[in-house]
């Protein structure tokens, strides 16, 4: 257990990756119409649960601060296969596949925006860096701030398998959440990253969400 860790920076985070999302990431030229496509909503989950499975060899690499993107179909580290969230009456776990996860790199995130019924948004980040390479959790509003929650994670690079535990009371008891999920890998510096939409095998653009998933 461990409490969701005070960043800092977190409005930077907070914006950083509402930038990401809102698809200032685009292809010169390489997929026009496609990186055009309005925000897209999965149809209600009928369940307490959704599950996401992502196309591999679809990560894009971003320069920092850049706005174009370019397709890394060899890219590996970070490329997200499959993704289930549950919610429960008490909390709510994330469980993301990848191709492959290592101990690598300046700083590996696993970014996910929850949106409950009237709009209350929280992004979950669990991130791992040069000096913690077991990883840490990321807790903040939708303004950046961040919140205090006990919080638990595993990176498992074994497996290529990172799982967070959410406790539905940090994120208000919704009835039902919308979830959107995004993978970043930063190399040896931070210089640029190779990015993975777990909801399309294009470019991070306009967010996606799943359907409502109930709590149950």
Not at 3 to 9: E, F, I, V
Not at 34 to 56: E, F, G, H, N, Y
Not at 61 to 81: F, K, L, Q, S, Y
Not at 193 to 210: E, I, K, M, S, V
């Amino acid at each position: 257990m461990e409490q969701a860790r005070p960043t800092g920076d977190s409005m930077r985070l907070r914006r950083r990756f509402a930038t990401l999302r809102r698809g200032v990431l685009l292809l010169p030229a390489l997929l026009p119409v496609l990186i055009l496509v309005p925000l897209l909503t999965a149809p209600p989950a009928l369940a307490d649960s959704a599950r996401l499975r992502d196309a591999t060899g679809d990560m894009f690499t971003v320069e920092e601060g850049a706005t174009t993107g370019v397709a890394a179909p060899d890219a590996r580290i970070g490329d997200m296969v499959r993704v289930r969230f549950r919610h429960t009456r008490d909390r709510v776990v994330v469980r993301a596949r990848f191709v492959e996860l290592r101990p690598v790199g300046r700083r590996f995130t696993l970014w996910v925006d929850m949106r409950a019924p009237g709009g209350r948004r929280t992004t979950l980040g669990v991130q791992a860096r040069r000096d913690d390479r077991q990883g840490h959790v990321i807790l903040m509003d939708a303004h950046g701030g961040d919140l205090t929650c006990t919080v638990r994670h595993r990176i498992d690079y074994s497996r290529d398998v990172v799982t967070a535990v959410v406790p539905r009371s940090c994120l208000g008891d919704p009835a039902s959440l919308r979830f959107s999920v995004l993978s970043e890998q930063w190399g040896r510096r931070l210089h640029f990253a190779n990015l993975d939409d777990g909801h399309t095998a294009t470019a991070p653009g306009p967010l996606h969400w799943t359907g409502p998933v109930r709590a149950g």
